[in-house]
């Protein structure tokens, strides 16, 4: 298991406390016995991605150079036709393991979550989207503005506003489970006293943006195009991000995590 992560970018906050966010080193002046929950980052997956076949007959037609324009033809002849937006969803799974060392039960509230492609690359490219976490059925959410909902009082804890320049739709979340095999929803889980729970968040990547970034790998990889190979695809990443508890009357509690680095290959 990795050891906790100090700062992603993904912040769970309270759509219905209106009380300051309470920095962690604030905590033990709003009670005795209050200690911060724990979270540790186990992992991204990826969970749906094109097949390189399908990432090839893509950008064949556009890269691979032949006489009479006939790239089209032969790029279909290849790998096929030109596949769908819809089919290049790329979707993963990150999971977080959650301990709640306090004798209260501690609900999840709003999910800030950040994800940078390529990070240090000249193709890097940055999405993050701002959830909040219902107590019960979709719809059961107070209204909240999300620059609002995930924004931090404390400088150490990652904002909404700390990501103004990232990319507008490309980062889009499918909800979270609290529980194996569940599938996500936007039901907030609650970290029950003294216990500590798995939560998995699923996300994905607009097709149209999340190719545009890929697209200098297959750049290098014409050679292969032309002469009928499907090339292998790696997507470096980097997650960032904050946990925002409902700590009821004494407010929010806000937990950094991150941030975790990988490779996601195709």
């Known amino acids: 298991m990795l050891p906790p992560v100090r700062s992603l970018t993904w912040i769970v906050g309270i759509g219905a406390m209106a009380t300051a966010c309470i920095p962690l080193q604030d905590l033990a002046a709003i009670g005795p016995g209050i200690k911060p929950p724990s979270i540790t980052f186990t992992g991204a997956t990826l969970v749906s991605a094109p097949s390189r076949q399908q990432l090839a007959a893509t950008y064949c037609p556009d890269l691979v150079k032949v006489p009479l324009g006939g790239a089209t033809l032969l790029c279909q002849g290849l790998f096929g036709a030109r596949p769908s937006a819809e089919s290049m969803t790329i979707a993963f799974d990150a999971r977080l393991k959650i301990q709640n060392p306090n004798e209260i039960p501690l609900p999840l509230a709003t999910l800030l979550a950040a994800v940078t492609v390529y990070p240090g690359a000249s193709n890097e490219q940055t999405g993050a989207t701002c959830v909040q976490l219902c107590p019960g059925a979709p719809g059961t959410c ?60 699923r996300f994905s990547l607009a097709p149209a943006q999340i190719l545009r970034v890929m697209r200098q790998l297959a750049e290098q990889s014409v050679n292969e195009l032309q002469q009928g190979r499907a090339p292998s695809f790696a997507i470096p990443y980097r997650l960032e991000g904050t946990i925002w508890f409902d700590g009821g009357s004494f407010g929010r509690v806000a937990i950094p995590w991150g941030p975790a680095s990988g490779t996601w290959t195709i």
């Open 142 to 201: 107070p209204a909240q503005d999300p620059a609002t909902a995930c924004q931090a009082s404390s400088r150490d804890i990652r904002s909404l506003n700390d990501f103004a320049n990232a990319a507008v739709g490309l980062m889009v979340s499918n909800g979270l489970a609290a529980a194996a095999g569940q599938p996500p929803s936007f039901t907030a889980p609650t970290v029950a006293a003294s216990s500590e729970i798995d939560v998995v968040a």
